[in-house]
Structures are given as C-alpha cells and as structure tokens.
C-alpha cells in the first residue's frame, strides 16, 4: 500500500502559479506510473495528468494541455504539478494517485483561483 501525502496547494491570482508536491513513501515509488486527479465542489473525480515510470511519458487532459506540467523525481520518491495560467474553473483539490488505482490517493491539497 502506497502512502502519499500532497502539498503546495493555495490561493492564487487567476493567470498565477502554484507548484504541487506529492511524497511517497511504503513501495518503489519509482516502479508506478502516477496521476494526478482533482475534485472540484460538486462535481465528480476529474483525472488531470500522467506520467509513466521513470518520466518518459506524459499525458494532459484537454483543459490542462499547455499549462500544466507533471514531472517526478524518483530519487526522492516525489512527484510534481506545476500549474501556469490557472483559470477559476481549475479551483479543486488536488491528489496524486496511482495511475491504476485512484482509492489510494492521498488527502489532497486545496487550490482555489480566485481574485
């Protein structure tokens, strides 16, 4: 079982930045292919990115392409989020999962855009 705890989230200007960090500990962070997921209020689980083991792959979702970039650093078990040109409608909270598996996301950490 994977432990993942998030962090960075906060308030943000919209067309201003955050950076989420996600530490992993409890397996070989580096054998997973990893997501990140967001919830906003009311709505259901919206996948967001994902990254392949060792990083060579990447995918987006179309509402995030060209803005958001997910990358991992394997040595330190962590995974990242940077988020450019955030938009009202990318206020969720955000988890980073497993790709496999959503159920073992960790708490998630609150964005919220908003002027």
């Known amino acids: 079982q994977v432990q993942l705890v998030e962090s960075g989230g906060g308030l943000v200007q919209p067309g201003g930045s955050l950076r989420l960090s996600c530490a992993a500990a409890?397996?070989?962070?580096?054998?997973?292919?990893m997501s990140w997921v967001r919830q906003a209020p009311g709505k259901v689980l919206e996948w967001v990115a994902d990254?392949?083991?060792?990083?060579?792959?990447?995918s987006y979702a179309d509402s995030v392409k060209g803005r958001f970039t997910i990358s991992r650093e394997d040595a330190k078990n962590t995974l990242f989020l940077q988020m450019n040109s955030l938009k009202s409608e990318d206020t969720a909270v955000y988890y980073c999962a497993p790709n496999s598996d959503y159920s073992q996301r960790g708490q998630g950490t609150q964005v919220t855009v908003s002027s």
């Open positions: 409890g397996v070989t962070f580096s054998y997973y292919a």
């Open positions: 990254i392949s083991p060792g990083g060579a792959t990447t």
